[in-house]
């Protein structure tokens, strides 16, 4: 795991928007496959990102891709698709054919099936699991990443690239990128701000497989950790 760690969540989003659109142009004669997550922590970055950092992005060389939905439609305000859209997608100059949301008004079910076997198509395959360039992750603050809860660790195992699967607290319907495609990514990273998340932060760095964030995050090849002070807190030393 590599750590990356900065004062504040505006300068972690900052940082983290730089280190995409650096990747990218590395590899000019690329096309990224990013899978992006929800939250409040992504919604900050979103909404820099479109303010800031709009005319240095190639967007033509980037296909968008969920890591999760909430099962609602996109109007509904727990939408991840629809806060991506919102703040970034309708902003910025990315192709329409290039964003690939998951349908969350759809069954659940059918929606896993038919969103696993559009990202088997759009994205390159290895090892029978697509091959994301990039997963973007967050981490909650009971351990889950990916609507993957504790209690719920055969989603790191099996075989379906998605999942239908809910959140215990709440009994909310989601849709889950399962454990093997995020850990057959090129690059994991990680995206976690706030006091309140430094106990998740300690587990990730110091706790054996304690959640499936820190499974993830122990388990994966290449794995970075943006972060700010306080979500960092107990993990730095000297």
Same mark, same amino acid.
């Given at each position: 795991?590599k750590?990356?760690? #900065?004062?504040?969540?505006? @300068?972690? %989003? ?6 995409? $659109? ?5 590899e000019?004669? /690329?096309? #990224?496959?990013i899978?992006?997550?929800?939250g ?13 950092y709009?005319?240095i992005?190639?967007w ?6 969920? $890591?999760?939905? /909430? ?32 349908? =969350?008004?759809?069954? &659940? ?15 390159p ?13 967050? %981490? ?12 719920? @660790? @055969? ?7 998605? @999942? ?6 709440? =009994?909310q319907?989601?849709i ?9 990514? /090129?690059?994991?990273? #990680?995206?976690?701000?706030? /006091? $309140? ?10 706790s054996g497989?304690? =959640? &499936? ?9 290449? $794995? ?6 306080? %979500?960092?807190?107990?993990?730095i030393?000297?």
């Open positions: 795991m750590p990356y760690i #900065f004062p504040s969540s505006i @300068e972690t %989003a900052r940082a983290l928007i730089l280190h995409l $659109v650096k990747l990218m142009l590395d000019p004669d /690329r096309t #990224f496959c899978a992006f997550s929800g409040s922590t992504p919604a900050l970055m979103f909404d820099l990102w479109a303010n800031e709009t005319d992005t190639p033509e060389r980037l296909k968008v891709f969920w $890591v999760d939905e /909430r099962c609602v439609p996109p109007e509904n305000s727990d939408s991840n698709y629809g806060m991506m859209r919102s703040l970034l997608l309708s902003i910025v100059p990315i192709p329409y054919e290039n964003v690939f949301r998951i349908q =969350g008004e759809k069954n &659940p079910k059918k929606e896993a099936a038919r969103y696993s076997k559009l990202v088997m198509k759009e994205v395959v290895e090892n029978e699991f697509p091959v994301f360039d990039v997963v973007l992750l967050g %981490a909650g603050n009971d351990g889950h990443t990916s609507s993957i809860f504790p209690g719920q @660790e @055969e989603l790191l195992s099996t075989d379906h690239i998605y @999942e239908a699967n809910f959140n215990p607290n709440n =009994g319907k989601r889950a990128l399962t454990g093997l495609p995020i850990l057959n990514a /090129r690059r994991i990273i #990680f995206l976690i701000t706030g /006091r $309140v998340k430094s106990p998740v932060v300690e587990d990730i760095f110091y497989d304690t =959640g &499936p964030a820190a499974y993830i995050a122990h388990h994966a090849d290449n $794995v970075e950790l943006f972060m700010d002070n306080a %979500a960092a807190e107990k993990v030393r000297g």
